[in-house]
């Protein structure tokens, strides 16, 4: 089992539409979660981070994590075809992150 | 303020060259990391250092050394290049006060290899 999974999609979405992302991970004593967009070419950048149980609201993002479950996801809202990107999970590990491999999202105008 | 700078961004190397891409960081950070991405397999840790003149393996290491030169800088080199090391890699660091919560890692624009 990998450490950290999501599905590779690709997921494709109406603009306007919610945006669902979701990624389990297998180490429990993980605290610290995060969620990187990545567009075609460029580097990785960070979106948001969780440590707590619940949800987080940043404009139109919002991570929510369930630690006993295993499992922390991504929503957008109002989807915008500017979204269209690969979105990383990325969970703490002995001194590192440890990254899914990413979900290809992409917004129909 | 830079962030993370790499060099080069693009290099062709034949089987068998070797080559150093360099890192430096101008945010003061503890800990920096070196990754490949490969299509379809998301981002893969080769290095890291967790603090200035310490390192460690990541998931990948195999065909690579690296050097902690000083807070600033992090270097991956390829001894002997092989097409299998074809791929983008990023250079990324983070704050990181050892033991506690992993911080936001910061990633650098990515080197372009390509191994013939």
């Known amino acids: 089992q990998k450490e950290v999974e999501q599905n590779s999609g690709p997921l494709s979405v109406p603009e306007g539409a919610i945006a669902s992302l979701n990624c389990t991970y297998s180490?429990?004593?993980?605290?610290?979660f995060f969620w990187y967009r990545q567009y075609s070419g460029k580097s990785p950048e960070l979106i948001m981070f969780i440590y707590s149980n619940g949800d987080k609201e940043d404009g139109r993002f919002t991570a929510q994590l369930n630690k006993a479950s295993q499992y922390v996801s991504l929503l957008i809202r109002d989807s915008q075809p500017s979204d269209s990107a690969t979105y990383l999970c990325a969970v703490q590990g002995a001194q590192k992150l440890v990254f899914g491999q990413g979900t290809r999202l992409t917004i129909n105008p | 303020n830079a962030g993370v700078t790499q060099t080069p961004k693009f290099q062709v190397l034949k089987t068998g060259q070797s080559m150093t891409l360099q890192c430096a960081q101008d945010?003061?950070?503890?800990?920096m990391y070196w990754y490949r991405q490969d299509p379809g397999m998301g981002l893969r840790l080769i290095y890291y250092?967790?603090?200035?003149?310490?390192?460690d393996k990541g998931e990948v290491p195999n065909g690579y050394n690296v050097s902690r030169l000083n807070k600033r800088e992090f270097s991956l080199r390829l001894e002997s290049a092989a097409p299998s090391q074809t791929s983008v890699y990023f250079c990324?660091?983070?704050?990181?006060?050892?033991?506690?919560?992993?911080?936001?890692?910061?990633f650098g624009p990515g080197t372009r290899l390509l191994v013939l």
């Open positions: 250092s967790a603090s200035e003149g310490t390192t």
């Open positions: 180490d429990r004593g993980s605290q610290s």
């Open positions: 945010m003061n950070h503890n800990s």
């Open positions: 990324a660091s983070s704050e990181n006060p050892v033991g506690g919560f992993q911080e936001t890692q910061y």
